[in-house]
């Protein structure tokens, strides 16, 4: 991969590894299309998880471990007490009472932090904080809220037996227990209890530096003035940057690029010197002005084809440039932009984080109305989830298939998952979904 510090070996590499071709692609389906499973198992054959890093704790948040991790410590390290109070013999204070309250010296006090220095002698009380260590001879911890509070002489109010509000040494964890393995998907409880066993650092897979281009001369910088009635903004780079930012992705958003062939090579060939992973949007189709698909051979082995997928049908695939970067090729249609990155870039980004599964897992709803789908072809339709008061997944279809309709993406929160041999779903069936809003 190309990356500063990120190369696999040091030797030095082919004179032009752009013309080494691509493993043979898999055989159309029954459509004579490509099927959306197949495409995606290409892509992800093509790739390999990135090296191994050493990187601090909280960054390695959300990225999966490259080594298994055991307790160097036990936790607690050694027996404290759980409250603030007063630590005693459990046998000195068994017969207290409401109205019959046990009167006890007070002969010492240890804060958390602190060591114990005195042994508790029988028929005595040591006040205590939260976290300190418990003094030799006790065996229980009466809390305040079962006291005066005395400083020199305490009266206790209720009994304690032994082990009351006591944390013994390892209940939490014993030193050598394996709490963590290979390929594990780090949360924000792991990163505590990476913290607490006294780790700084931990062997992960780096987030995959992702370089997003939206191509085509039509497209202008949001914010500043359209020069004319047919110019749109650029919302394909800023949707798919943020898509592949929630993925778990380093991300650099580059921008746009004109459909000038000589400015779309340079300017993916300037990326691939920071970038693990290229996804460009537009020029890719059939048209006229595709000219993503029509130089990218130039730079490497690239790959397009057309999926039985509605919307997404053309994408495109390579690897470019002297490091064989991965590049994936979306279509320019926002809605099929989007439907594109959760079925193969999604899967590539974790893929290259060495997080499994790769895709979203696929629930089921219920829909609420009929429900359409064209023929051959895997339909991922906009749709909205809700659960009812029984619990069960409802899903309605928000707003129609046509892959220019942002505001309806905006408000869907899932895919509704049709496949290829289903046209028509009534009312009250039930269908595979993708939740969008779930993040891992």
């Given at each position: 991969m190309p990356l500063f510090g990120r190369k696999k070996s040091d030797d030095p590499a082919p004179l032009d590894r752009t013309r080494e071709p691509l493993p043979p692609p898999p055989e159309p389906g029954p459509s004579g299309l490509r099927t959306l499973d197949d495409h995606r198992d290409y892509l992800l054959s093509c790739l390999e998880p990135l090296p191994a890093f050493s990187q601090h704790v909280l960054d390695a948040l959300g990225l999966s471990l490259c080594e298994d991790v055991y307790a160097p410590i036990s936790m607690p390290r050694f027996d404290n007490s759980a409250m603030d109070g007063y630590a005693v013999r459990a046998v000195d204070v068994e017969a207290a009472g409401d109205e019959?309250?046990?009167?006890?010296?007070?002969?010492?006090?240890?804060?958390?932090?602190?060591?114990?220095?005195?042994?508790?002698?029988?028929?005595?009380?040591?006040?205590?904080?939260?976290?300190?260590?418990?003094?030799?001879?006790?065996?229980?911890?009466v809390p305040y809220e079962a006291t005066d509070r005395g400083s020199s002489d305490v009266r206790v109010y209720a009994p304690s037996t032994a082990g009351q509000h006591v944390r013994y040494v390892g209940e939490d964890v014993e030193a050598g227990t394996h709490l963590f393995s290979v390929g594990q998907q780090l949360g924000p409880r792991d990163i505590g209890l990476l913290a607490g066993i006294g780790h700084d650092q931990v062997l992960v897979r780096p987030r995959p530096r992702v370089a997003v281009v939206s191509t085509g001369t039509e497209l202008v910088e949001p914010g500043l003035e359209l020069g004319n009635d047919h110019q749109i903004y650029d919302s394909n780079s800023y949707l798919l940057a943020a898509a592949a930012r929630q993925a778990g992705a380093h991300v650099f958003r580059v921008g746009?690029?004109?459909?000038?062939?000589?400015?779309?090579?340079?300017?993916?060939?300037?990326?691939?010197?920071?970038?693990d992973l290229v996804v460009s949007t537009g020029g890719v189709s059939q048209g006229d002005y595709d000219v993503v698909k029509a130089v990218m051979p130039e730079l490497g082995a690239t790959d397009f084809t057309q999926v039985a997928m509605q919307p997404g049908k053309p994408q495109g695939f390579g690897l470019v440039g002297d490091d064989r970067t991965p590049m994936i090729m979306l279509p320019g249609n926002p809605v099929s932009a989007f439907v594109s990155f959760e079925a193969f870039v999604r899967p590539a980004i974790r893929r290259l984080m060495g997080v499994t599964p790769y895709t979203r897992?696929?629930?089921?709803?219920?829909?609420?109305?009929?429900?359409s789908s064209a023929p051959g072809r895997r339909q991922l339709a906009r749709g909205i989830v809700t659960v009812?008061?029984?619990?069960?997944?409802?899903?309605?279809?928000?707003?129609?298939?046509?892959?220019?309709?942002?505001?309806?993406?905006?408000r869907a929160n899932a895919l509704?998952?049709?496949?290829?041999?289903?046209?028509?779903?009534?009312?009250?069936?039930?269908v595979d979904v993708w939740l969008l809003d779930e993040v891992a």
């Open positions: 019959s309250p046990v009167s006890l010296p007070v002969v010492g006090e240890v804060a958390a932090g602190q060591d114990a220095l005195h042994r508790l002698s029988p028929g005595t009380a040591i006040k205590i904080m939260t976290g300190a260590p418990l003094p030799a001879g006790a065996d229980a911890v746009l690029v004109s459909d000038d062939p000589e400015q779309v090579k340079q300017l993916i060939t300037d990326q691939l010197v920071r970038a897992p696929t629930v089921r709803a219920r829909v609420t109305h009929p429900v009812d008061e029984d619990g069960t997944r409802l899903v309605e279809l928000a707003g129609g298939h046509g892959s220019h309709l942002m505001a309806d993406l905006a509704v998952v049709l496949p290829e041999d289903v046209t028509a779903v009534e009312a009250g069936e039930d």
